[in-house]
């Protein structure tokens, strides 16, 4: 019998002015951007911790903690992403499928789906049929819907290599 474990991630950002919007590794035209210690990648983040905990290796704050003027200030999720699924390697374990969900109210990212699922695969070194995202708004109802922020959930399968 293979061993597998699955995991999940969720995480929150709101929007912030004079930053730009990165969602899954893409940059999305947007008048605003969200606020983080790196360049706030909420998709990315919750992906990272998703994979961190199905690995049982924690989550991002432990491994990436936001400090001021640390090598983590305003990094590039998707190194933070590569850094994660190598640790989830080292562990003898390799992804079997991702399933992300993006909640924004705005902006729209229908255009932006496919670009994100070839970006992350390229990341995470794996087929693009292996991660799935989908974006959804939440009726106007939340933080979500009042525009001040978006969040993100994954969920991961690996599996003992």
């Not at 995480?11 to 790196?38: C, M, T, Y």
């Not at 850094?83 to 080292?90: A, G, L």
């Not at 933080?143 to 399968?157: C, D, Q, T």
């Amino acid at each position: 019998m293979q061993m597998i474990r699955v995991g999940f991630g969720y995480d929150v950002h709101k929007f912030a002015p004079n930053r730009q919007l990165w969602l899954g590794g893409i940059l999305v035209p947007s008048d605003s951007g969200l606020e983080g210690h790196s360049d706030a990648d909420v998709l990315i983040h919750a992906l990272c911790d998703a994979l961190l905990g199905a690995a049982h290796l924690r989550d991002i704050g432990y491994h990436f903690p936001p400090v001021q003027g640390n090598e983590f200030e305003n990094i590039d999720s998707k190194i933070l992403l590569a850094r994660v699924i190598n640790m989830v390697r080292e562990k003898g374990y390799e992804l079997g499928n991702a399933d992300c969900t993006i909640c924004a109210q705005k902006p729209r990212l229908g255009n932006y789906i496919e670009p994100m699922q070839e970006c992350l695969a390229e990341v995470l070194g794996t087929d693009v049929e292996n991660v799935s995202v989908k974006a959804t708004t939440t009726e106007h109802l939340g933080f979500v819907g009042r525009e001040e922020g978006i969040s993100a959930y994954a969920s991961v399968l690996i599996y003992k290599v």
